[in-house]
């Protein structure tokens, strides 16, 4: 059974850091993309960062240069290291993979995580 499994969030203020952790199990994910998505409530599920399956990565406009995205396909394990944080950051985050070795699109990711909630407060 294939399954991502994130950790990591909480409660942090406003300019505080935190670092999330999905571990990857089921099936060999070296050769796909895997990615971060977030929702708020009352808002659609968002893109936030991706990696391609050699290691290129990207991310929404508004993390860039404060989020940071890596991999470690020995641990089958995929990170998300969240500095200056926003409260506008705040939503429950998802960690992604699917059959694609690039996708930033939410529709090309099949295996979802069950969420970690980030609260920012101000």
């Known amino acids: 059974q294939v399954q991502l499994v994130e950790s990591g969030g909480g409660l942090v203020q406003a300019g505080g850091s935190l670092r999330l952790s999905c571990v990857a199990s089921g099936r060999t994910f070296t050769r796909y993309a895997m990615g971060w998505f977030r929702q708020a409530p009352g808002n659609e599920r968002e893109f936030v960062a991706a990696?391609?399956?050699?290691?290129?990565?990207y991310y929404r406009d508004s993390v860039k240069g404060r989020f940071t995205i890596s991999r470690d396909n020995a641990e089958n394990t995929l990170y998300l290291q969240m500095n200056s944080l926003k409260p506008e950051d705040t939503a429950v985050y998802y960690c992604?993979?699917?059959?694609?070795?690039?996708?930033?699109?939410?529709?090309?990711?099949?295996?979802w995580g069950q969420g970690t909630q980030v609260t920012v407060s101000s």
């Open positions: 992604a993979t699917g059959w694609k070795s690039y996708s930033t699109s939410a529709a090309d990711f099949g295996i």
């Open positions: 990696i391609s399956w050699n290691g290129n990565t």
